[in-house]
């Protein structure tokens, strides 16, 4: 009634002025052909700025009892279902040549306006009422009907269409404005009479073809498709259809649902971008949905969809670098947080109205749906405030745990809302496990894991093709094998749980790269938990074959790179050793021809180079931590250059190898840690700040760096590596948070003292060997394997000897030491056991040294190397055994407590162990008694029993001890055991 606000004459007198037909007919432009730009277009328009879907015009138009205002509404209604009949046409006409879709247009716009032929009185009174009653809705939600009420408004509808009361060139001219199809001028009355001619056709907007409905219906098709695809062939169709929706949106740029599915495919589009690692041209789609939205709730504030996945795509923005943000993430995040309230206050709107006016029977179904959209967004809304959590760990630890907690509030909304969301179930697991990794003890830890390991095994009992809960459930499992302190049994049967949700992954999508790429990393993270370094080759050769697949099937793919670079430098030293292959084979089981190990070795470590950097130009986060992995790699394959008297090529790649330390260095200073200077000279003294990250990093530099002799030389001379390692100008307290630090120091320590030069240097500060023999018995493997491994390199100097014999930390004796490095928690590392053994063979081979070594837990040790079953382990064992009993003062010793062990051992190895040693000492002195040799000869005859080989193994020790000595022998034979 406002629209002719000017006219004081309507404003006055509504109803009197608004009756007059010839009032009417100026407003609207009724009968002169002005109908398609009139009043219609702007009448459309404010409908969906105040949200009202056009599909209800039939409603306005039942409830309007002013003719001429019916009739125009009815005039619209019919142009749309006619530019719908059009549009559905072109669908299958847009491959046409321009002159047959030309002919084919001038058919179907005659058979809409040409009164005189038949065809178009068909249309008009049989398929033109259908489909207006069937396009346009009389009962929308909101305005809730009886059924002879929705009949009523029907027929009145199917009654009002008359083809002699249309104003038909009006009509023409709409359908012309909103199709974009164009014909040349016609006379008013034209069709009275006429048809239209091929003549008349002149051309088609150039949005129009193929037409804003194809664009929009491919476009829906484009990114249906693109959300089952991915990498670049999922990027394409995004790019696609974001690209035709674009064009429909030109030609309708007043339609909310156009905006928010455009923007949709801009969201998804920006979300694939950063995953492929292109950051910068994905937060350009992300803001640009951003803005898409912003315009879908301008045109429709009610569009609850709309505010939802604004909501979400401000969430996304949150996660890229400070540097592409269009504000600062708390702006955004109060923005977003702003958005899922909108959302939800729409919903509740929504289900207010479903539950005060909706039919009875309609009201279940409805309240369903209407909660199901609500439970959408208490689930987005929780992912946000996890972000914030994440963001906000380390700066604030207190808001961070509030958001948390805050998430998990949300997650429980969204499931009293809708008990089958089973996001919701999925979410609340990933909540759980964040508070799971905050926790410092295995307890604290366990207790969350649980509680996620039940929501996402919810999940799995629902829906047992869920791979996205299936593959965070086994990510959940590795996380749990790895906390610190866990057994070594334990976490290995977390991890073949794991393995077994990463295997069922795999059969329900072959191309479930993350399962693959999960799968991968568990196979890394188990070799630092197996025994023998062949089973630890074969181990890291399937996690790099593993993480090969994962770039068969998506090579774009930005987070497997750092992971790839990182096997590939563990599977070298596995090459070195002869016991793993470079390449791996995937197609196939059989096994190609190798190349010899330098070109296994030098391709393997190209490989590293490359694929360092391409995790450098995909991954946004922790630019530094790429700079100095990078370096790693290519300082690996520098040594191996100099190792094959590549110098030339050793100092090329030495060089460039500090160009990226630099780099790195600069990075983390500039984003990290801006008060500080990073370079060279000021390593050592970074490597003694309290802060655990700049300790890690610095020491990590110099780890690199002392790989190059003279560098090596300025850190030991220079700069006192071993004083800032030994804390006596400052401590260094490597008991930390930070795993890292520790390992760090060690690697360093264990490159420096393969030196024999800096040997000496270490074993005279008591400090650094009390850390070594601390860093033995750590929880974590790879930190024992390197201490062990100094204090192996350290006992090949004579000179060292005393030191390691009586600089120990605690007070404790060396042999506790030991024994705490091979009990610790999760103790299965036969390297330990090796590295351990081959010390006291070389502590045992100086005479001097044998005092020492007469101590009672020695036994417990032997025995403790021997029960790990490892081959090398054993070897070095057998060897101490040969040097001690070369001792008359430790034969003695040692046939004294020899015997109450001999039955303490259940494995091969230690019933081997009392004959073998037993046939050692009376090769040298008649000091075996008679019951001393049956004790042995009887272990070895169970043993024969149980296994025939072993019994003809031990045969030749019998016969060893029979003939070392006449007391011997003629003690023994009338013995039964020897005769059997």
Known sequence: NNNNNNNNNNNNNNNTDLSNTEEIGHVWGAGRGEFSTGIAREAVLEMRIRGINVRYMAILWAMCTLTEIKRVLLMEMIARVLKRHVERSMR??????????????????NTYFAKSTDRTLHFWSQNLPDMLCNHFQVNPPGFYATATEISDRVQALRSAISLDKCDMYGLFMRVQDITGVRFGHVAPDFFENKTLQTSHFEHLSPMTRPMYILDYYQAQDLISVAETKIGKEANDLYTS????????????????????????????LGRLQVEMG????????????SLGFARAVYLKPTNAHSWNMWGMALHQMIKLPLSLLPATRDALFSEAEGCFARALQEFRVKYEVIMNQCPPELVPEKQEDAKADASKVHDHWGLLLRQRALHTEETDPEESARCLERASEKFRESVSLWAGNLQAFHNTGLIMREQAVRQKTIAGHDSYSIQAEEALEHVLRLSEDVVLSRCDLASLLVIRALVANRPAPDALALLEKAELHYKRCIEINPQAYMALYGWGRLCISRVELMGLDPEKAQECMRGVGLYQRVHQVYPEYAGLYRSWTKALLDLAAYVKQGLATYPVVIASESKPTSPDTPSQLDALYRDAVQYAKV??????????TLCFQLADALMNWALFNSEQGDETSYT???????????????????VKHPKRTWDQATLPQLAMEEDQEIRYNALRCMRILASNASIQEELVVEHDIFGVLAGSSSPLQLEGPVPGVRYEAMFLLANLVALPANRPLVTSRPGLMSLIWGCASDNMPPIRNLASKCIVNLSLEAACHNSILHQHRDGECMIDCMMAALMGPGQTMSQTSFFLAYTLFNLACEPVNLPDLLVEPLFDLIFQFISMNDNDGVQYTFKILSV??????????LVSGLVQRVELGCSLHTRELPAYVLSLMATKAACVTDIMASRAIEVMRDSALADPD??????????????????????????KLVKE
């Not at 090329?652 to 500039?670: H, I, N, S």
């Open 92 to 109: 299958d006409w847009s491959s046409m040549p321009d002159e047959e879709l030309a002919r084919k247009l001038v058919k179907t716009f």
């Open 278 to 289: 292109k950051v910068e041209e994905g937060s350009v789609f992300l803001q640009r949905a």
């Open 950 to 975: 072993i019994g003809l193994h031990f045969s030749d020790m019998i016969t060893r001890i029979l003939t070392s000595s006449p007391g011997v022998k003629e003690a023994l034979c009338g013995n």
């Open 241 to 268: 259809g974001v690209y035709h929706y674009s064009r429909s949106l030109n030609v309708h740029p007043g339609d909310s649902m156009a905006f928010t599915n455009y923007s949709i495919g801009l969201y998804k």
């Open 615 to 624: 995790s450098m130009q995909h991954e946004f986060e922790d630019q530094h």
């Open 884 to 893: 001690l009993t070369s001792s008359e003062d430790c034969r003695t010793f």
């Open 652 to 670: 090329a790649k030495f060089r460039e190898v500090q160009d990226w330390m630099q780099r790195g260095a600069r990075t983390l200073a500039r």
